[in-house]
């Protein structure tokens, strides 16, 4: 069964510091998603990335960074230089054929606070 | 891009109401919805995954007759709370994908905030 697992509940950095958000998933398909997404507290879900399992190439993307490691089943997020902006919850997520309908499993979401 | 239009934002209802929420895709086909719940400070849990034209499948746990999804034509898909309680209070979240595209599909609402009292 699918399972993305998000072992910091909440961190704090004092802005511009960098800050690395962790991603375990497992899966036993070989084709596969992983997603990340930010929701601020208004609620609703920013898309920031997505990577399928046959491309391990490192993403930047301005402040964010992406690191995704096949062997240890891990997609990592680096915000860099972190803002009072980036204060959020952050979800990663997985999607596979294991449901069949190919829907998402969010982990538990880590919340950011960046301190002014 | 994609958007996904949820309504409404905020509700509140009187307990033993109902209550329904709305999700339109405005510029695409939504071959596959899905409908999210979230209590205060967890995660996006999968209530029915629905595919138009066809009854929705249920997670485990998730009253059919008490979240009624209704998923009849390929832009709008609703979700109705039946006789909702208190502990139906919750942030409810609508997602849809293009079935064209599998990967990138997934467009989610703003969400729908119910309060029931």
């Known amino acids: 069964a699918q399972k993305v697992t998000q072992a910091q509940t909440e961190i704090s950095v004092v802005e511009k510091e960098d800050v690395t958000l962790d991603c375990v998933y497992e899966?036993?398909?070989?084709?596969?998603?992983l997603f990340w997404y930010k929701q601020p507290p208004s609620g609703e879900l920013v898309f920031l990335i997505r990577?399928?399992?046959?491309?391990?190439q490192n993403e930047i993307s301005g402040r964010y960074s992406w690191n995704f490691q096949k062997s240890t089943s891990s997609f990592n997020f680096t915000i860099t230089a972190s803002q009072v902006v980036d204060s959020a919850v952050y979800f990663c997520?997985?999607?596979?054929?294991?449901?069949?309908?190919?829907?998402?499993?969010f982990g538990k979401g880590t919340k950011l606070s960046v301190i002014p | 891009g994609a958007v996904v239009s949820q309504h409404p934002s905020r509700v509140i209802c009187k307990s033993g109401t109902s209550v329904k929420i709305e999700c339109r895709s405005l510029?695409?086909?939504?071959?596959?919805m899905f409908w999210y719940r979230q209590f205060p400070k967890q995660s996006l849990m999968l209530m029915a995954t629905?595919?138009?034209?066809?009854?929705?499948?249920?997670e485990q746990g998730v009253e059919k007759d008490k979240f009624l999804i209704n998923h009849a034509s390929l832009t709008l898909s609703t979700l109705t709370v039946t006789s909702a309680h208190p502990e139906d209070s919750s942030f409810y979240i609508c997602?849809?994908?293009?079935?064209?595209?599998?990967?990138?599909?997934?467009?989610f609402g703003s969400g729908t905030r119910l309060t029931v009292v």
């Open positions: 990577r399928n399992s046959f491309d391990e």
């Open positions: 629905s595919n138009e034209g066809s009854k929705a499948t249920y």
């Open positions: 510029d695409f086909q939504a071959t596959t």
């Open positions: 997520a997985l999607s596979d054929s294991g449901a069949g309908s190919y829907q998402l499993t």
């Open positions: 899966t036993r398909d070989t084709t596969y998603y």
């Open positions: 997602s849809a994908r293009d079935g064209q595209d599998r990967a990138n599909g997934y467009t």
